[in-house]
């Protein structure tokens, strides 16, 4: 059983540059969601995937956006970096549907604003 | 909206003595599932254990065990005969399928002392 990855592990970028984040689910997942952690903190919902749509956001602007692949696979997308958007980005996977299929999570990538 | 509240910041454990750690939570919802999550320095978020808020009996996974008190929305876990490798940071979190998402409390740093 493959678990969930995601790349790549750390990332520096400039604020106000576009950064994307990329995440492969674990075997038999259809759905992944993202997270974002701030340092000390609990991860923040930011959104779901299922079936290639978004099924789910919390509270991120717009310049946080999406996409999921017929592989089940997902990208995030952040546009116009800010400084607070330096945090540790957790993509984790489920089966949707099944109410009780708890999350499996990615070891994260860790960005960096500067 | 879902709240989850853990009032504490740090804990500390010797090894092999048991610790608890405190969990309340808020939700409109009647169907939920809470969980508690570890997350080690290697960043993934790992299932300690979960309750079905429906489910009155208490859930145990080997050494962890939850005592859920629906009335007064508490969650606390138990982690008996604490191991080295039970240093961490531990996180509660609640989650119902109307959200699709997992809200998270800002977690617990323990540390296990040899």
């Known amino acids: 059983e493959t678990g969930v990855t995601q790349s790549p592990t750390h990332l520096i970028k400039t604020r106000g540059q576009q950064v994307t984040l990329r995440c492969s689910s674990q075997?038999?997942?259809?759905?992944v969601s993202w997270y974002q952690q701030a340092l000390g903190q609990g991860p923040q919902f930011i959104f779901q995937?299922?079936?290639?749509?978004?099924?789910g956001r919390g509270n991120f602007p717009p310049r946080f956006s999406g996409l999921q692949f017929p592989n089940y696979s997902s990208e995030l997308n952040v546009n116009a970096l800010e400084l607070d958007d330096s945090a540790l980005y957790l993509c984790a996977s489920s089966l949707e549907g099944a109410f009780n299929s708890p999350l499996h999570f990615g070891n994260g990538t860790r960005l960096t604003v500067t | 909206a879902q709240t989850v509240t853990q009032s504490q910041p740090e804990m500390s454990v010797q090894e092999a003595e048991t610790v608890t750690l405190s969990c309340t939570y808020d939700?409109?919802?009647?169907?939920?599932?809470l969980f508690w999550y570890k997350q080690p320095p290697s960043r993934q978020m790992i299932l300690v254990i979960r309750q079905e808020a429906y489910k009155q009996q208490n859930a145990t996974e080997n050494r962890f065990s939850v005592n859920f008190q629906k009335a007064a929305k508490s969650f606390s876990l138990k982690i008996s005969d604490s191991q080295l490798g039970d240093a961490a940071m531990y996180f509660c979190a609640c989650h119902n399928n109307a959200g699709n998402m997992l809200t998270f409390g800002g977690g617990t740093r323990l540390m296990v002392k040899p």
């Open positions: 075997s038999g997942h259809n759905t």
């Open positions: 939700t409109s919802e009647s169907d939920y599932y």
């Open positions: 995937y299922y079936r290639e749509e978004e099924n």
